[in-house]
Nanobody, 115 residues
Framework: QVQLVESGGGLVQPGGSLRLSCAASGSIFSIYAMGWYRQAPGKQRELVAVIISGGGNTNYADSVKGRFTISRDIAKNTVYLQMNSLKPEDTAVYYC????????WGQGTQVTVSS
């Protein structure tokens, strides 16, 4: 089993920034990828950003390109999501995902962008 602990969500004004963190622990043998998804009320969960362990390649949803940056600390098994220029439409519960021996999810952290 892999446990994912997220932190860093909260309330921020439009144009502001937040950084989410996700630390993986447990039976981690080989992490293939870690990423962030989000789910807004009444909408499906969607991919926000992912980083592949092998070469550090990243992929972003079009809606966050240029504003969000995903990064990782391999030694700490931690992935980060730096979110800048936040918009009200970024409001959602953000979930960390880890793909290793299986696909694992964090409990989610609320991000609210509102004035």
């Amino acid at each position: 089993q892999v446990q994912l602990v997220e932190s860093g969500g909260g309330l921020v004004q439009p144009g502001g920034s937040l950084r989410l963190s996700c630390a993986a622990s447990g039976s981690i043998f080989s992490i293939y990828a870690m990423g962030w998804y989000r789910q807004a009320p009444g909408k499906q969960r969607e991919l926000v950003a992912v980083i592949i362990s092998g070469g550090g390649n990243t992929n972003y949803a079009d809606s966050v390109k240029g504003r969000f940056t995903i990064s990782r600390d391999i030694a700490k098994n931690t992935v980060y999501l730096q979110m800048n220029s936040l918009k009200p439409e970024d409001t959602a519960v953000y979930y960390c995902n880890c793909v290793s021996s299986g696909s694992y999810w964090g409990q989610g952290t609320q991000v609210t962008v509102s004035s």
